[in-house]
């Protein structure tokens, strides 16, 4: 199967390399320093498993042309340059799988129920991902795994549980997403197909959306931040009022917070979000912040302390020139 990652950053290489490790015909889509230590001595991956290193084709997506499938592993402010580029890698039957943090595009395409269609604007602006690529082709992905990019072509993965969940937006069986599904785990992550996976979004959404922000006002990894007991309260609290946002939009779940508060309280990691700020990259305020808090509204849901941390964290975005909300 000839699989494209569109965007081999941290995630993006890291699954390349597993698509690679598991015998799919892989390449990417990447560009700059990244691109040209990929060309030239291939994509690296330090894991817990082992250091891998594995060549793989890359450049643009009209060197690369059409695949079997695409992972777009970039991070959400740039989707509008994947909606300009993507078409070479698109034959009649491509699968285009969104394998990134937050709330997609497609949220609410398939849906069901009075929400049914509603469109979300802000994470698709003018609609460039649903002309260029399409309901149909879309599926669903989530990521758990833990990556920063040490240097050009080199990736540390700090997780040992890394896990892709992929799904059908209608959450049909899917003989495609397995096929993906199965490469990863064969190159040693769990690949995981769902029916359920709003669900997994906001079972992993949980997460950036409560912790996210207070790394940026702590300006800390996961450990550091958690560290404190009033903070680790009040994301505990965050935690709580993202799982009532998902549960009154039909996507509950039951959660240790706990033992997931304990297991981020293990990683050095600096979230994606924060590493973003640090590097003057843009940030995914939108997807990860205040789209999940525009849910939060429609589904008539009170989140005090997400309203707090997402604003001050959204001014600090702003105060960093990294983020530009949307006009009203
Ligand atoms: N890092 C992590 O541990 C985790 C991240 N995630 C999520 O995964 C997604 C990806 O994050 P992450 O891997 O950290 O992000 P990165 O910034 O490390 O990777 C994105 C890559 O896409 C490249 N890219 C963007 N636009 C283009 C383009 N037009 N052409 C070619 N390359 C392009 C970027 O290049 P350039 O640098 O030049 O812009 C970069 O190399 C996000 O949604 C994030 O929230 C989820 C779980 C964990
Ligand atoms: C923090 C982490 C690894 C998981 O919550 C993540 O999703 C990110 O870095 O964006």
Redo the contacts with the bound molecule.
């Keep these: 199967m000839k699989i494209c990652v ?8 890291h699954v390349a390399a597993r698509l690679a490790l598991g015998g799919a015909e892989t390449s990417v ?4 320093a ?1 691109l040209a230590a990929i060309q030239a001595d291939g994509l690296t991956v330090e894991a817990p498993d082992g250091t891998h290193n594995l060549r793989v084709a890359a450049g ?1 997506a009209a060197e690369l042309g059409p695949q079997d499938a695409v992972i777009v ?4 402010p ?1 989707l509008p ?2 909606a300009e ?1 993507i078409a070479p890698l698109l034959g009649p039957d491509t699968t285009v799988a969104f ?4 709330i997609p595009w497609w949220y609410f395409d398939r849906h069901g129920g009075p929400l049914d269609g509603r469109r979300l604007p802000v994470v698709d602006p003018g609609e460039a991902l649903r002309r260029a690529v399409g309901i149909e082709r879309t599926l669903g992905g989530v ?7 040490t240097r050009p072509g080199v990736i540390k993965a700090e997780h040992a549980n890394n896990r892709v969940i992929l799904g059908e937006v209608d959450g049909r069986d899917s003989p495609r997403a397995r096929a993906i599904a199965g490469y990863l785990t064969k190159g040693g992550i769990s690949g995981e197909v769902t029916a359920e996976i709003r669900r997994e979004i906001w079972m992993k959404l949980m997460g ?1 959306l409560a912790q996210g922000p207070f790394t940026i006002l702590s300006r800390q990894g996961m450990a550091g931040t958690l560290a404190d007991p009033a903070v680790r309260a009040a994301i505990r609290r965050a935690m709580q009022e993202a799982m009532a946002v998902a549960a009154a939009l039909g996507q509950g779940f039951e959660f240790e917070l706990d033992k997931r508060l304990a297991g981020s309280a293990k990683l050095a ?1 600096k ?3 924060l ?2 700020l640090e590097l003057g ?1 843009p940030m ?1 305020v939108d ?2 912040f205040r789209v999940p808090l525009e849910l939060a509204r429609l589904a008539g849901v009170e989140t005090p302390t997400l309203d707090l941390s997402v604003a001050l964290a959204t001014q600090a975005a702003v105060a960093a020139g990294l983020y530009t909300p949307a006009a009203a």
């Design positions: 569109f965007g081999a950053g941290a995630i993006g290489g889509v990447a560009r700059g990244q643009s592993t970039v991070k959400a740039a340059q994947v580029a394998v990134m943090n937050g990521v758990y795994s833990a990556c920063t990019v950036n990691h979230p994606s979000i590493q973003d990259r995914e997807a990860l």
